[in-house]
């Protein structure tokens, strides 16, 4: 599976930006997408898991109410709507897929896309 994430920038405070995640290879229907990041000087940190049917998808509570992920599965690509950015969302952001809905392990990882937000 390889995955390509795309779509980070530098944006002012209280921008938004949409991050994209295009899955390929061995990418199986059960496969489910989701995002990390990892700022400078800490460890990488869980942002969303983003379900192929609209509304089941989950966020850390730093980013809910604020990021909104969406998928088409058609495309296996996913979406990360990121709206009311702060600088504390700057970081490296990564797109990474597990086997099923339910599996603990984030088995497959993209190379990243950095987000900085200036205040």
């Known amino acids: 599976v390889q995955l390509q994430a795309s779509g980070g920038g530098l944006v002012q405070a209280g921008d938004s930006l949409r991050l994209s995640c295009a899955a390929s290879?061995?990418?199986?229907?059960?496969?489910?997408l989701g995002w990390f990041r990892q700022a400078p000087g800490k460890e990488r940190e869980f942002v969303a898991q983003?379900?192929?049917?609209?509304?089941?998808?989950y966020y850390a509570d730093s980013v809910k109410g604020r990021f909104t992920g969406s998928g088409d599965k058609a495309k296996n690509t996913v979406y990360l709507q990121m709206n009311s950015l702060k600088p504390n969302d700057t970081a490296v952001y990564y797109c990474?897929?597990?086997?099923?809905?339910?599996?603990?392990?984030?088995?497959?990882w993209g190379r990243g896309t950095l987000v900085t937000v200036s205040s």
């Open positions: 990474a897929a597990k086997s099923s809905t339910y599996s603990s392990r984030w088995a497959y």
């Open positions: 290879g061995r990418f199986f229907a059960t496969y489910v």
């Open positions: 983003v379900s192929w049917t609209e509304g089941n998808s």
